[in-house]
């Protein structure tokens, strides 16, 4: 077996597509992962504020997770099977129906697709545009939904459209909550544009949105506004649909994001976090009444990745059979918030944003953030930026990370922001 060393990054360069886009912020070759910490193959570590861009809600390698799995691979367990039953789907499909859906009352069927999160957005879109028998899609101005074309047309960053080549179409955009400014009702636009027939939007299939909008600069919505477009759906006869692949598992401090906002999605895309172990899983729920699909209708050669059932029932039996979990992800937040006051205050106008584990600091251009990121980095921290213009700094670290590890790279970041603000103090004088 060939041990890649740092002196091998150069393959990289040499080999792999200029699409890569994470490596370019953090250049070097990762080793050993566990829990909430990276270690390069030279031996540093890093703490891991970035977390697979929340598709590692529960840490790298957890324990219990990765002992299941490869007992189950030892034991010849089943890793392709298409969509055939097999004991590992079962066990999963049980252990969400009792952990997940029946506490919360929650009637849905699954579905699975191919493995990615875009997967489960065109898996949705598609069967939106059948149960209704309309084609229009609205999506919400800063919504990332994937980078697929059905996907990619509900998504707003111009940057990800322009690498389409071909003319993104069936998507009427409308403001998110706040993208207006304080003093207008966006829900309340949404509603006058659908209820208005000289508008110019066709009455729309389905009303897709994320509650915190993870990509487009951690634009919380309120609960007040989801009920409102929620309503708003069903008032003009399309589905309601939320995406909860960032923004779910735990990740806002509820398994789903829109749990205490009163809502009944008639969708769910779900993914990353979704098989707990990093390992490739995306589902849609889907409420009974709208399970029209036929056999293979929508298909995906790796729909049924068994090693992800795997450890996704593993993650719902450990984390999520009673309250303590979220109990926990909650004081982690509150740490998380007050921590991110401090140090936003070290800045002019900077402001937090987000909510539950998922929150991050505007800090007002993406130059500033990027620089930010960068000290971090080099002091043994992974962070990264999102918003339309990178202008945020943004947390997605484990949401079970110890809290030991969680203040060191607070402090990381409390520091390279301290460097700047005092620089910047400095040139002012």
Request: net charge negative.
């Amino acid at each position: 077996m060939t041990t890649v060393t740092t002196d091998d990054k150069a393959v990289f360069e040499r080999r792999e597509s200029a699409a890569r886009s994470y490596c370019r912020s953090f250049p070097v070759v990762f080793e050993k992962a566990k829990g909430a910490v990276l270690t390069g193959a030279d031996g540093k570590d890093y703490i891991d504020f970035l977390a697979g861009c929340s598709s590692l809600n529960y840490g790298h390698n957890d324990p219990d997770m990765k002992t299941a799995l490869v007992d189950y691979i030892t034991n010849d367990g089943v890793t392709h099977g298409l969509d055939m039953h097999t004991s590992a789907k079962a066990a999963f499909l049980e252990a969400f129906e009792r952990i997940v859906l029946k506490p919360r009352n929650m009637d849905y069927r699954m579905m699975f697709m191919g493995p990615t999160g875009a997967n489960a957005v065109e898996a949705a879109l598609k069967l939106a545009r059948k149960v209704t028998g309309r084609t229009n899609v609205i999506s919400f101005t800063n919504g990332f939904h994937g980078v697929t074309l059905g996907a990619l047309a509900a998504t707003g960053n111009g940057y990800h459209r322009g690498g389409a080549g071909v003319p993104l179409t069936g998507v009427s955009r409308m403001p998110f909550e706040g993208s207006m400014g304080k003093d207008v009702d966006t829900a309340d636009f949404l509603n006058r544009m659908l209820s208005e027939p000289s508008s110019g939007i066709e009455p729309p299939a389905a009303i897709i949105l994320e509650t915190v909008q993870g990509e487009g600069g951690l634009n919380a919505a309120s609960r007040n506004w989801v009920r409102r477009v929620a309503e708003i759906a069903r008032a003009h006869g399309a589905m309601f649909i939320v995406d909860d692949i960032q923004a779910g598992c735990g990740r806002t401090g509820s398994f789903f994001s829109f749990e205490e906002m009163g809502v009944e999605p008639d969708m769910i895309t779900m993914a990353k976090s979704l098989s707990g172990f990093g390992l490739p899983l995306a589902m849609l729920l889907i409420k009974p009444e709208h399970d029209i699909f036929g056999p293979a209708e929508h298909n995906g050669t790796f729909r049924g990745n068994n090693h992800a059932f795997v450890t996704a029932r593993v993650a719902l039996e450990k984390y999520w059979a009673d309250s303590d979990f979220q109990t926990e992800i909650r004081k982690r937040a509150d740490l998380m918030k007050k921590r991110l006051g401090e140090i936003a205050a070290m800045l002019p106008d900077a402001r937090l944003k987000g909510r539950g584990m998922m929150q991050g600091i505007d800090v007002g251009s993406g130059e500033l953030a990027s620089e930010i990121c960068a000290r971090c980095f080099a002091a043994g921290l992974i962070i990264e930026t999102s918003g339309a213009h990178d202008e945020v700094v943004k947390i997605l670290c484990p949401i079970n990370i110890e809290i030991g590890t969680f203040s060191r790279g607070l402090d990381i970041l409390e520091e390279a922001v301290g460097e700047i603000a005092r620089s910047t103090k400095i040139a002012a004088e």
